[in-house]
Antibody, heavy 119, light 109 residues
């Protein structure tokens, strides 16, 4: 059974930094395309970042230069390093697997971790 | 990277069919047959219900169907049921990136 468990969220002041983790079981992050997707309170989904095979990465314009996606293959964990946080980064952050063999859709999602940027 | 355009809300009576549109641009929806749809209940993670415009994952009801014309994709739910009341989001590949729609709240009257 595949499980994705996010952690690391919390209350942080504007301008601060936070690192989110997504611990995977049932799949290897090194062999999968993994993404971060966020949802501001009461708002819609917003794609944030993706790490493709070979560690090729892409970012949404809203976070490029401030956020960095990475992974630790030995621990099977996906990370999102978030720097220079702004109030508009407040959201539940989900990690998700992009399934590429058949669906090309985000088929496994974690439960999310809440990041609140406020003074 | 602008969000895809969806109606804020759509409603229908049990048994009816409803459709949700998802309008993008030449950089996303129009250029790739990689549109997916997600169903989300309050407080829950999204669930994939349609991929590659019109394909259903295993286990998803055949009441869900998808289509695309030019820069607009659509999700149709036929034989509407109470359990279909949820938020629905489209998503398109956009050349390395992905973009989601703003979301549509489906209400079963």
């Amino acid at each position: 059974e595949v499980q994705l468990v996010e952690s690391g969220g919390g209350l942080i002041q504007p301008g601060g930094s936070l690192r989110l983790s997504c611990a995977a079981s049932g799949l290897a992050v090194s062999n999968n395309y993994m993404s971060w997707i966020r949802q501001a309170p009461g708002k819609g989904l917003e794609w944030v970042s993706i790490m493709y095979a070979g560690e090729n990465t892409f970012y949404a314009d809203s976070v490029r230069g401030r956020f960095t996606i990475s992974r630790d293959d030995s621990k099977n964990i996906l990370y999102l390093q978030m720097n220079t946080l702004r109030a508009e980064d407040t959201a539940v952050y989900y990690c998700a697997r992009l399934e590429v063999a058949t669906t090309m859709g985000f088929d496994y999602w974690g439960q999310g971790t809440l990041v609140t940027v406020s003074s | 990277q602008s969000a895809l355009t969806q109606p804020a809300s759509v409603s229908g009576s049990p048994g009816q069919s409803i459709s949700i549109s998802c309008t993008g641009t030449s950089s996303d929806v129009a250029s790739y047959n990689l549109v997916s749809w997600y169903q989300q209940y309050p407080g829950k993670a999204p669930k994939l219900v349609i991929y590659e415009v019109s394909e259903r994952p295993s286990g998803v009801s055949n009441r869900f169907s998808g289509s695309k014309s030019d820069n607009t994709a659509s999700l149709t739910i036929s034989g509407l049921q109470a359990e279909d009341e949820a938020d629905y989001y489209c998503c398109s590949y956009a050349g390395g990136h992905y973009v989601f729609g703003l979301g549509t709240k489906v209400t079963v009257l």
